[in-house]
C-alpha cells in the first residue's frame, strides 16, 4: 500500500482545495488595487498602510493580545493543575463534578457560556472590561488545555516520578525535574491552543467586554456585518501568516522534543 | 536548588500535614475556579431565567435583597415564575427557532460527514511519510480564526462573487445565483468550518485498523465496495459517532455562521438569543432561551461522552 489509489488521491487533492482555495483568496485579494473586492485591478499593498494607519482596529488588537497572552497564560497553569489533579490526584471529593466542569465547556454554545458569565460579572459588580474578558477566556481554555496535557499524563511512566520519589525528591521536585520537562510539549501546545483560542472568540468576548475594551474579533464582526472590505482581507491576511507560522513552529518543536525524547529512551535502555 | 540532593531535607522537611496542604491546594484552586466561573454562572442564568423583565439596572427583577432577612428571601423565591417559559411556549418564533437549529444542525452533520469521510480515508490510506503534513493541513485551518473562514465564503458566494464570476463566464448559468444570505450559504459554511473535527477523530479510527482484514475480506470473496461496506465502515464506528457529535452539539447553539452568511430566513436559535440579549434587552427571555437550549443539548452531550468513554475503555 505504499501508492495511492486514484480514488484517494481525487478525495485528498478535491477535499484540500476545499479547505484552501477560499482562503488563498482571501490572501490574494488582499493585494487588490480596486475597493471593489470582487474585481481584480492590479497589485497594491495599499490595504496594509491603510490598516497601519487605523487607530481603531489598532487599538483593538492591543486590547486582544494583551488578553491573550494573560488569559493563556492562566490557563495553562490552571489546566496543567487540573489534568494533573484528573490523572494522578486519586480519589477525592466531587472528583465526577470536577471532570465533569473540564469537559462541558468544550461543547458548551459560546452564546451560553458568554451570557451566563456576563450574569455574573453583573451580579457580582465588575465592572466589564479586559479583566472580564480575561477571566471568561481564561476559564473555557483551562478545560482544552486540560484535555491536551491530561491525553500527555496518561500514556507516560508513572514509575518514573515514582522513581524520583523513592530517590528523595519532594513531589513538587518530581513535578518540576521529572514530570515538567516530560509534558512541557503539550504545555506548550496547550497554551498555544489558548491563546489561539482567545484570539479568535468573538461570541464570548462580545458578552463579557464593555465599551472600554473592545477586541479584534468584535471590530472585525461589525465591519464584516456591512459587506467584504478589503482592508479586512489585508487583516486576515496578516492574522492567516501570524496562525501559520505559528503551528509550524510548534509542530517543529514538539517533533524535535519527541525525537530527543526517544533518543534519550534508547540511550537508557542501552546502558540497562 | 539546582542538586536535587541536597533539597531532600527541606523539601520532606513539612511531612505529612505539608504534603496534604499542598494536594489539597493543587486540587482546590482549579476546582473552584470552575464553581465561581464556570458552575454558579448556570444558576444565575436559571434564576434570570425565572425573574421578569424591568427597565432597570439590572435590567430584571427580583433581585435579592439580604438585607431584609428571611423575609428578604421568601420574597424573593415568591415573585420566581416560569412566565418567560410558558412566553417561549406561545410565540412559534421560539420553537420554530429551536427546531430549524437542529434540523440544519442534523443535516449539515450529515454533509460534513460524506465530505470528511473520504478525505479521512485517504489520508488514513496515504504513504505513512506524508500522513503527518497531511495532518497539519488539517489542522492548521482549525487554528486559523473561525471567523475570519466564515468571512472567506462572503466573498465567494455573493451576487457579484467569485462563484457567480466563474459560472457566468463558463456559461452554466446566465443569471447570478443567489446564494449568500440563504440557507445553502450556511451549510456550506458549517461544513467547511467544522471540517476538521469530522475528519480528525475518522482519521484516527481508521489510521488504527489492520489493513489485512480488508484483504482477508477479499480473499474470501468479497468485492472492494462490499469489504469496505461490511468492514471498514463498522471499524471506524468510533470515530463516525465521535465526529458527528463534535459537529451537531456546538452547530447547535451555532452564531456566527447564521449571522454572517444567512439570510433574514434563516431561523437558529443562537441568534434568537443574541438579538433577545443585544437587542432587545430582554434577559429573562435571553436566558429562558438558554435553558431550553440547554436542556435540548443534555441528551446528545451524554451520549457524546458515554461513546467516549466506552471508547477508551475499550482500549484500555
Avoid at chain 1, 487607530?55 to 490557563?75: D, G, K, P, Q
Avoid at chain 2, 472492494?224 to 470515530?239: E, H, M, N, Q, Y
Wanted: charged share 15%; net charge neutral; proline share 5%.
Amino acid at each position: 500500500m505504499n501508492r495511492l489509489s486514484w480514488f484517494n488521491a481525487v478525495s485528498l487533492t478535491l477535499g484540500f482545495a476545499f479547505l484552501y482555495i477560499p482562503m488563498v483568496i482571501l490572501i490574494i485579494f488582499s493585494f487588490n488595487e480596486s475597493k471593489l473586492v470582487t474585481v481584480w485591478a492590479g497589485f497594491s499593498t495599499k490595504w496594509y498602510g491603510e490598516l497601519a494607519q487605523n487607530e481603531a482596529f489598532l487599538n483593538a488588537a492591543w486590547v486582544t493580545i494583551r488578553v491573550a497572552v494573560f488569559s493563556s497564560t492562566l490557563a495553562t497553569v490552571l489546566g496543567t493543575a487540573a489534568a494533573y489533579v484528573l490523572v494522578r490526584g486519586g480519589r477525592f471529593f466531587g472528583r465526577t463534578l470536577f471532570s465533569g466542569m473540564i469537559y462541558a465547556p468544550l461543547v458548551m454554545p459560546e452564546v451560553i457560556t458568554g451570557l451566563s458569565l456576563l450574569l455574573l460579572f453583573i451580579g457580582i459588580g465588575l465592572d466589564r472590561g479586559i479583566l472580564t474578558i480575561v477571566l471568561a477566556h481564561t476559564t473555557f481554555s483551562m478545560c482544552f488545555v486540560s484535555v491536551v496535557v491530561s491525553s500527555r499524563l496518561v500514556t507516560f511512566d508513572k514509575s518514573l516520578e515514582e522513581a524520583a520519589l523513592d530517590l528523595g525528591c519532594s513531589p513538587a521536585q518530581a513535578f518540576r525535574l521529572v514530570t515538567l520537562p516530560i509534558i512541557a510539549p503539550a504545555v506548550i501546545s496547550g497554551w498555544l491552543l489558548a491563546f489561539t483560542l482567545s484570539l479568535d472568540d468573538l461570541v464570548i468576548a462580545s458578552f463579557t467586554s464593555g465599551p472600554s475594551a473592545t477586541t479584534l474579533p468584535i471590530k472585525i464582526f461589525s465591519a464584516v456585518r456591512l459587506g467584504v472590505s478589503p482592508e479586512i482581507n489585508a487583516l486576515s491576511t496578516i492574522m492567516i501568516a501570524v496562525v501559520t507560522v505559528g503551528v509550524i513552529t510548534a509542530s517543529l518543536v514538539t517533533k524535535r522534543a519527541m525525537v530527543r525524547q526517544k533518543q534519550d529512551e534508547l540511550a537508557a535502555a542501552r546502558t540497562e | 536548588m539546582g542538586r536535587p540532593g541536597l533539597a531532600v531535607v527541606d523539601g520532606n522537611g513539612c511531612g505529612f500535614a505539608g504534603k496534604l496542604m499542598r494536594r489539597a491546594l493543587l486540587i482546590a484552586v482549579p476546582y473552584v475556579w470552575l464553581l465561581a466561573l464556570f458552575l454558579i454562572p448556570f444558576f444565575i442564568v436559571l434564576k434570570i431565567s425565572l425573574s421578569d423583565v424591568e427597565l432597570a439596572i439590572p435590567p430584571y427583577t427580583p433581585t435579592l435583597d439580604l438585607s431584609q432577612g428571611w423575609s428578604g428571601i421568601t420574597d424573593f423565591f415568591s415573585q420566581l415564575d416560569f412566565e418567560n417559559f410558558v412566553w417561549l411556549t406561545e410565540d412559534d418564533l421560539y420553537w420554530k427557532a429551536y427546531l430549524s437549529s437542529v434540523k440544519i444542525a442534523l443535516i449539515s452533520t450529515v454533509l460534513t460527514l460524506l465530505v470528511g469521510y473520504p478525505i479521512a480515508y485517504g489520508m488514513a490510506r496515504a504513504p505513512a511519510e506524508w500522513r503527518p503534513t497531511l495532518m497539519m493541513l488539517v489542522i492548521l485551518p482549525f487554528w486559523t480564526s473561525f471567523l475570519i473562514r466564515v468571512y472567506a465564503w462572503m466573498g465567494i458566494l455573493s451576487n457579484e462573487g467569485y462563484l457567480n464570476q466563474i459560472l457566468l463566464w463558463l456559461g452554466i448559468i446566465s443569471t447570478p445565483l443567489t446564494i449568500l444570505n440563504t440557507n445553502t450559504a450556511v451549510y456550506i459554511g458549517i461544513v467547511y468550518t467544522y471540517l476538521p473535527f469530522m475528519i480528525l477523530p475518522i482519521y484516527s479510527s481508521l489510521e488504527r485498523m489492520d489493513e489485512s482484514l480488508i484483504e482477508a475480506a477479499e480473499d474470501l470473496g468479497c468485492s472492494r465496495l462490499k469489504a469496505f461496506w461490511l468492514v471498514t465502515i463498522p471499524l471506524s464506528r468510533p470515530g463516525i459517532i465521535a465526529g458527528c457529535f463534535l459537529v451537531m452539539i456546538p452547530v447547535i447553539g451555532e452564531f456566527v455562521i447564521p449571522s454572517l452568511l444567512g439570510g433574514s430566513s434563516t431561523l437558529m436559535i443562537g441568534k434568537v438569543l443574541w438579538e433577545e440579549f443585544f437587542s432587545n434587552r430582554d434577559w429573562p427571555v435571553a436566558s429562558a432561551v438558554a435553558v431550553v437550549l440547554l436542556l435540548i443539548l443534555v441528551i446528545p452531550i451524554v451520549l457524546f461522552q458515554r461513546n467516549q468513554q466506552k471508547q477508551t475503555e475499550a482500549e484500555q
